[in-house]
């Protein structure tokens, strides 16, 4: 029995909110509707243990967000990009397109920022979800988002002031928490 219609325009409507996420997670078009529809083909091949009191949009969104991490095991043998080769390739690109300016320091701020990190903030920043729901999604405490929101936090506001990020963006979050403390 396929889902009902009232189930499937719901999806429908909850479109933008998972690509903007899958975007955020790989950074890539094409990549990010391919996660959207593995993500509606799970929800659609497991619309029954949708349970209807918890929000449609943080059910999706923990599929997605299992689908990333199914797909990062998958892929394991591809080569991962250094933060430092991505900085030199966005500065060839920003010497090309100087007009562009925040739009890539933040690209190139989110980024390198440790996966976990960026997930939390993208949920709780851009997607609205509360802490309770982030951590619903993410699977972990909701401590753990509250820290790794922060983090995030304080790693993009030093690279977005103009202080360098070092590939363990964690390290820097400590430093730049050391300085406000």
Known sequence: MSAPPAFRQ??????????RYARSL??????????????????????RQFDPKRDLVVWLLAIAHNAWLDGLRRDRH?????????????????????DIGLQIDLSEALARLVPD????????????????EAADVLQVPEGTVMSRVSRARAVLRAWLDGGS?????????????????
């Not at 990009?81 to 030199?88: A, F, Q």
């Not at 990020?165 to 403390?181: E, F, I, K, M, Y």
């Open 10 to 19: 719901q999806l429908l409507g909850a479109i933008p909110r998972l690509r």
């Open 26 to 47: 790989v950074f890539d078009v094409s990549a990010a509707d391919d996660l959207v529809q593995a993500t509606l083909e799970r929800a659609l091949n497991h619309w």
């Open 78 to 98: 591809l080569d991962v990009v250094s933060p430092e080769s991505l900085t030199e390739t966005l500065d060839r690109e920003r010497s090309h397109t100087p």
């Open 117 to 132: 990190q960026r997930s939390a903030l993208m949920l709780v920043v851009v997607e609205q979800l509360s802490y309770a």
């Open 165 to 181: 990020v070092p590939s363990g963006s964690h390290v820097a979050a400590r430093r730049d928490l050391r300085r406000v403390v």
